[in-house]
């Protein structure tokens, strides 16, 4: 389905295109009107030469009049032209000074046009062959067009990259208000549940089950506050610090692991050795968050999520994946555009938002590694390693 915020797009490229169009159309109309214009003056040369040398042969000794007059009429005509002697000599005009001089220029020339079956003009002497040629400028008018073109899609690009920057930075704006704006909003019931549990505290002290259940609130408040950060954190430049990568992915996969149906597996394997990262952690941690949690709305109660990390070159290779749904390879790229989600509820903004924290924030890259429908989906990150 044609999506509205393509509307642009379409707009831009009739524009450009009708540009385009209307300058060929105006190109090939000069063309063929300068081209008629000078077959008009080849043909009145052809008949003054001809005349010309008629008359002079007409006089014994080549009547000097006759002689400027000829002299005259090949000076002043505007196009080029070769002419040729009796011993094969060529003679170029207007043609550039170094034209004029190259015999092998002037060779391959008179062979074009007699390649194109076209006929000199006979004559005798040093004219015994003259060849007329069409001017430059009509080659030039021939070639506009592609000019033209070229011109056309750099305003095309120029207007895509202007759009889609201003776009993007608008984008940029409207999220980082809006997660500062939600960071804010959630400091108020947090500080008040946080009042609270230290009341229930206070009133079931001696009641140890009580208190195991006012520990995992602790906890679930705590995972409050760190969302509350990372939101606020969204606009301003992070702080990356070294880190264990599979400590930290660990320490989420634990959290998730609590809260997430028992028929979920989680097999996730710690790499041979450890390895660093400069990574800022609470966003870091939401990356992965945003994956597992993925993961676990694609599988409907049951299967296997499982991760690998590993060193590639010089770089850390994480491998998120799921045994759920499966993404179609089109949506590869899709997945990570605001806005896309295939869940009923949700804003479609978590892969986007790991996008930009991986690739903006840690230098790194996110992307959908496979995906078999049904079957498995593998999602790959690639951080560059300490040192």
């Given at each position: 389905?044609?999506?509205?915020?393509?509307?642009?797009?379409?707009?831009?490229?009739?524009?450009?295109?009708?540009?385009?169009?209307?300058?060929?159309?105006?190109?090939?109309?000069?063309?063929?009107?300068?081209?008629?214009?000078?077959?008009?003056?080849?043909?009145?040369?052809?008949?003054?030469?001809?005349?010309?040398?008629?008359?002079?042969?007409?006089?014994?000794?080549?009547?000097?009049?006759?002689?400027?007059?000829?002299?005259?009429?090949?000076?002043?005509?505007?196009?080029?032209?070769?002419?040729?002697?009796?011993?094969?000599?060529?003679?170029?005009?207007?043609?550039?000074?170094?034209?004029?001089?190259?015999?092998?220029?002037?060779?391959?020339?008179?062979?074009?046009?007699?390649?194109?079956?076209?006929?000199?003009?006979?004559?005798?002497?040093?004219?015994?062959?003259?060849?007329?040629?069409?001017?430059?400028?009509?080659?030039?008018?021939?070639?506009?067009?592609?000019?033209?073109?070229?011109?056309?899609?750099?305003?095309?690009?120029?207007?895509?990259?202007?759009?889609?920057?201003?776009?993007?930075?608008?984008?940029?704006?409207?999220?980082?208000?809006?997660?500062?704006?939600?960071?804010?909003?959630?400091?108020?019931?947090?500080?008040?549940?946080?009042?609270?549990?230290?009341?229930?505290?206070?009133?079931?002290?001696?009641?140890?089950?009580?208190?195991?259940?006012?520990?995992?609130?602790?906890?679930?408040?705590?995972?409050?506050?760190?969302?509350?950060?990372?939101?606020?954190?969204?606009?301003?430049?992070?702080?990356?610090?070294?880190?264990?990568?599979?400590?930290?992915?660990?320490?989420?996969?634990?959290?998730?692991?609590?809260?997430?149906?028992?028929?979920?597996?989680?097999?996730?394997?710690?790499?041979?050795?450890?390895?660093?990262?400069?990574?800022?952690?609470?966003?870091?941690?939401?990356?992965?968050?945003?994956?597992?949690?993925?993961?676990?709305?694609?599988?409907?109660?049951?299967?296997?999520?499982?991760?690998?990390?590993?060193?590639?070159?010089?770089?850390?290779?994480?491998?998120?994946?799921?045994?759920?749904?499966?993404?179609?390879?089109?949506?590869?790229?899709?997945?990570?555009?605001?806005?896309?989600?295939?869940?009923?509820?949700?804003?479609?903004?978590?892969?986007?938002?790991?996008?930009?924290?991986?690739?903006?924030?840690?230098?790194?890259?996110?992307?959908?590694?496979s995906s078999k429908p049904g079957e498995e989906t593998t999602f790959g990150i690639r951080l560059p390693i300490t040192g």
């Amino acid at each position: 389905m044609f999506n509205k915020n393509n509307y642009w797009k379409l707009i831009l490229m009739v524009i450009g295109a009708t540009i385009l169009g209307a300058t060929i159309i105006y190109s090939n109309y000069l063309a063929e009107k300068l081209k008629a214009n000078e077959e008009k003056n080849i043909v009145l040369y052809t008949k003054a030469i001809k005349e010309l040398l008629i008359e002079l042969g007409k006089t014994e000794n080549n009547d000097e009049a006759y002689l400027n007059f000829l002299t005259m009429v090949r000076d002043t005509f505007p196009l080029p032209v070769i002419s040729e002697d009796e011993n094969g000599n060529l003679e170029g005009q207007n043609f550039s000074e170094k034209e004029i001089r190259n015999q092998e220029f002037l060779e391959r020339k008179k062979q074009a046009f007699l390649d194109e079956g076209r006929i000199p003009i006979s004559g005798s002497g040093y004219a015994t062959n003259i060849y007329c040629f069409n001017s430059p400028l009509l080659g030039y008018i021939k070639l506009f067009p592609l000019v033209q073109g070229l011109l056309v899609g750099l305003y095309i690009a120029l207007g895509y990259f202007l759009f889609s920057a201003s776009r993007r930075s608008e984008q940029n704006r409207v999220w980082a208000g809006m997660a500062k704006e939600t960071a804010h909003q959630l400091g108020t019931p947090i500080s008040a549940i946080l009042g609270w549990i230290e009341y229930l505290k206070d009133n079931f002290a001696d009641q140890p089950d009580k208190m195991d259940v006012l520990k995992e609130l602790t906890k679930d408040v705590d995972r409050l506050e760190l969302v509350a950060d990372r939101f606020s954190k969204i606009g301003s430049d992070p702080i990356l610090q070294p880190a264990d990568i599979f400590k930290e992915i660990n320490e989420v996969k634990e959290y998730l692991e609590r809260r997430s149906p028992r028929k979920i597996i989680f097999d996730f394997n710690p790499p041979e050795h450890e390895i660093n990262v400069m990574i800022n952690k609470h966003l870091f941690a939401w990356v992965i968050e945003n994956l597992i949690r993925n993961s676990l709305d694609a599988m409907d109660g049951k299967g296997i999520i499982s991760c690998k990390v590993y060193k590639q070159n010089n770089y850390v290779i994480i491998e998120l994946s799921d045994t759920g749904h499966g993404i179609p390879s089109n949506k590869f790229k899709s997945v990570f555009s605001p806005g896309y989600s295939t869940k009923k509820r949700g804003w479609g903004l978590g892969l986007s938002l790991s996008k930009r924290i991986i690739e903006e924030y840690h230098k790194g890259k996110i992307y959908v590694k496979s995906s078999k429908p049904g079957e498995e989906t593998t999602f790959g990150i690639r951080l560059p390693i300490t040192g």
